[in-house]
């Protein structure tokens, strides 16, 4: 029987690059052979992560059936993140499908999250596909959304991807300590009078998510603001109430007063008379 020489390339390849491999690979640790460093973390993204002292948690909606350019995004997502929780434990985060978890576009909207529309062929039938793609960073009361598509116009969707991959971590580890850093006053949206889409006041919006935390509010029975809702609404220094086409309750109308006696405001857009 031939010795394989310990010296050859297929020596190596056998006794040192595979087995390497495999230690990598369940280790989880990933070696960083780029040019420009893409899988190394800057001295300034460890700093900022080291600096954290108080619970962080991110929600990155990026879990589903989506395309495979996607499912890179998400890899780099998840190894970014995996990284991210190596520096400082406090760091955490999970991956959530909104369409198995039923949360509505609305929702998602009023979130401050813009879909990604795109085609998908199935057995010769085109349909659409609707992605949100952001991650939504969480301390305590305050967060932000982010979205990990970058738009730029006149690129490819392949060059659009290749960016946002690149643009990750100063994107994620930015928008963690503006959370970490900040305390961002707190403007509620009510989901539940048949109220305007988001996408239709979504100029608002954007100018609204520059300045302050922005997120729905949503009766927890789903069917009218109570009591229970209450605690949740003083937390909110403004209250979007746009264009509501569902009257109000008489104990909604309690609920809100009692909400603007604390405090509160209200911003109503609705049409001129």
Same mark, same amino acid.
């Given at each position: 029987? %031939?010795?394989?020489?310990?010296?050859? @390339?297929?020596?190596?390849?056998?006794?040192?690059? #595979? $087995?390497?491999?495999?230690?990598?690979? /369940?280790?989880?640790?990933?070696?960083?052979?780029?040019?420009?460093?893409?899988?190394?973390?800057?001295?300034?993204?460890?700093?900022?992560?080291?600096?954290?002292?108080? @619970?962080?948690?991110?929600?990155?909606?990026?879990?589903?059936?989506?395309?495979?350019? /996607? %499912?890179?995004?998400?890899?780099?997502?998840?190894?970014?993140?995996?990284? /991210?929780?190596?520096?400082?434990?406090?760091?955490? /985060?999970?991956?959530?499908? $909104?369409?198995?978890?039923?949360?509505?576009?609305?929702?998602?909207?009023?979130?401050?999250?813009?879909?990604?529309?795109? $085609?998908?062929?199935? *057995?010769?039938?085109?349909?659409?596909?609707?992605?949100?793609?952001?991650?939504?960073?969480?301390?305590?009361?305050?967060?932000?959304?982010? @979205?990990?598509?970058?738009? =730029?116009?006149?690129?490819?969707? *392949?060059?659009? #991807?290749?960016?946002?991959?690149?643009?990750?971590?100063?994107?994620?580890?930015?928008?963690?300590?503006?959370?970490?850093?900040?305390?961002?006053?707190?403007?509620?949206? #009510?989901?539940?009078?048949?109220? #305007?889409? @988001?996408?239709?006041?979504?100029?608002?919006?954007?100018?609204?998510?520059?300045?302050?935390?922005?997120?729905?509010?949503?009766?927890?029975?789903?069917?009218?603001?109570?009591?229970?809702?209450?605690?949740?609404?003083?937390?909110?220094?403004?209250?979007?109430?746009?264009? $509501?086409? %569902?009257?109000?309750?008489? &104990?909604? %109308?309690?609920?809100? *007063? =009692?909400?603007?006696?604390? &405090?509160?405001?209200?911003?109503?857009?609705? *049409?001129?008379?």
């Amino acid at each position: 029987m %031939k010795k394989i020489s310990f010296k050859s @390339p297929f020596g190596i390849l056998l006794f040192v690059v #595979l $087995p390497l491999s495999i230690i990598l690979m /369940f280790s989880g640790i990933r070696l960083d052979l780029t040019k420009e460093k893409r899988y190394t973390l800057s001295e300034s993204t460890i700093k900022v992560l080291e600096s954290i002292k108080k @619970p962080v948690t991110v929600d990155v909606y990026l879990e589903g059936d989506f395309p495979a350019s /996607f %499912k890179q995004l998400q890899s780099e997502t998840r190894f970014m993140l995996e990284e /991210f929780r190596k520096i400082n434990p406090k760091i955490d /985060f999970k991956f959530i499908d $909104p369409i198995k978890t039923k949360m509505s576009q609305d929702t998602l909207m009023a979130m401050g999250m813009q879909p990604s529309v795109l $085609p998908d062929n199935k *057995d010769g039938k085109i349909t659409q596909i609707y992605l949100f793609p952001y991650a939504v960073v969480k301390q305590g009361r305050s967060g932000a959304s982010i @979205p990990l598509v970058v738009q =730029q116009a006149n690129i490819n969707a *392949d060059e659009q #991807l290749r960016k946002s991959i690149e643009n990750l971590e100063y994107n994620l580890v930015s928008n963690i300590k503006a959370v970490a850093t900040n305390k961002r006053k707190k403007v509620g949206v #009510l989901v539940n009078q048949d109220e #305007l889409r @988001p996408e239709e006041f979504q100029g608002f919006m954007n100018l609204a998510l520059e300045s302050y935390d922005a997120g729905p509010i949503i009766p927890k029975n789903n069917v009218e603001l109570t009591l229970a809702d209450l605690p949740l609404l003083k937390q909110m220094s403004a209250l979007v109430i746009a264009k $509501p086409r %569902k009257a109000f309750t008489d &104990g909604e %109308k309690v609920i809100l *007063d =009692q909400y603007i006696m604390n &405090g509160g405001k209200t911003l109503w857009m609705i *049409d001129a008379v």
